[in-house]
């Protein structure tokens, strides 16, 4: 049996939270009425799906890199260093990686190929983009607690209208990413006051 896995991200557009990449390796001749990108499911059929597909894999993997990471790096390079991770923590060694994409991350550790769309097209690589996806969905929810007013569990970090008049109004919290322009423009406007 070939043993492929797949590999997508998720959170590279957001300006708070970690960035997330899962790797997965799904049984031969695998079929999952509904599979396909996260980003055409509702929220709730992800849900449903990423429990089906962590107890049907092979071997999967959630990995992420920090928001000091990518601040440091830049959010291709930890989203690269976030896939790397995922990979690399299989708890099987596939024979190579479809990556979601036009990159293939430097340093797997196995052979890669990047396949642009391959979210809809493969469908390890849909159910990587399903556990990324609800992965870092359901961390950044936790943020609401910890930083109320800023509507996380709405807008997950991305930068809605919501988010943005709520980062002009609060400032930057601890979870922004401090290289995106927006925060760097709301850290620039708290510093004025």
């Known amino acids: ?41 509702t929220a709730r059929r992800r849900d449903v799906l990423f429990d089906l597909i962590q107890s049907c894999a092979v071997s999967w993997s959630v990995a992420t890199a920090s928001i000091e990471e ?11 260093l976030a896939m790397q991770r995922a990979v690399a923590g299989l708890s099987l060694v596939p024979e190579e990686a479809l990556i979601d994409g036009n990159r293939v991350p430097k340093g797997l550790t196995v052979p890669g190929r990047a396949i642009v769309g391959g979210d809809a097209l493969e469908a390890c690589i849909s159910a990587a983009s399903i556990l990324a996806k609800v992965s870092r969905d359901r961390d950044v929810e936790t943020f ?24 002009k109004r609060l ?9 995106f322009g927006p925060v760097i423009k709301a850290y620039a406007q708290a510093s004025l006051w």
């Open 70 to 80: 990518i601040d440091e790096l830049n959010i291709l390079h930890a989203t690269m």
């Open 1 to 41: 049996m070939s043993l492929i896995c797949g590999v997508d991200e998720a959170g590279r557009g957001p300006l708070a939270g970690a960035v997330y990449a899962a790797a997965v390796i799904l049984p031969a001749h695998y079929d999952l009425p509904g599979l396909n990108d996260s980003k055409k499911l």
């Open 171 to 179: 400032g930057p919290c601890p979870v922004h990413r401090k290289s």
């Open 144 to 167: 609401e607690v910890l930083y109320p007013g800023y509507g996380f569990a709405q807008h997950k970090g991305y930068p809605t209208a919501q988010h943005l008049e709520a980062l």
